[in-house]
Nanobody, 131 residues
Framework: QAQLVESGGGLVQPGGSLRLSCAAS????????IGWFRQAPGKEREGVSC????????YYADSVKGRFTISRDNAKNTVYLQMNSLKPEDTGVYYC????????????????????????WGQGTQVTVAS
């Protein structure tokens, strides 16, 4: 059974940092897009960052470019999201998600951040940026 488990959320002051982790298990495909999404109260879920497992290509929403860094540790089957210079508008529940396909498909899902492309979702972790 494929599973994603997020951790690392919390309360942080503006300008601070957090690192989120997404531990994956039970996946059999070699090609995945692993994405981070977030959802603020009253807003739609939006894509934040994504990484492809076949070549490690990374993708970011414009709102987080230069502040967030996505990375992976293949030995631990874990994807990380390092979040620096956090702003109050970064507040929300952060989810990691996985979608499988061929090399072109996983690239497309990471570029487009279409929710329906991602088959498995974690339970989410709360990130609150406030003074």
């Amino acid at each position: 059974q494929a599973q994603l488990v997020e951790s690392g959320g919390g309360l942080v002051q503006p300008g601070g940092s957090l690192r989120l982790s997404c531990a994956a298990s039970g996946f059999t495909s070699d090609y995945h897009g692993i994405g981070w999404f977030r959802q603020a109260p009253g807003k739609e879920r939006e894509g934040v960052s994504c990484i492809t497992t076949n070549n490690g290509a990374t993708y970011y929403a414009d709102s987080v470019k230069g502040r967030f860094t996505i990375s992976r540790d293949n030995a631990k089957n874990t994807v990380y999201l390092q979040m620096n210079s956090l702003k109050p508008e970064d507040t929300g529940v952060y989810y990691c998600a996985s979608g499988a396909g061929g090399a072109a498909s996983v690239q497309a899902m990471c570029v487009l951040f279409r929710l329906n492309d991602f088959d498995y979702w974690g339970q989410g972790t709360q990130v609150t940026v406030a003074s």
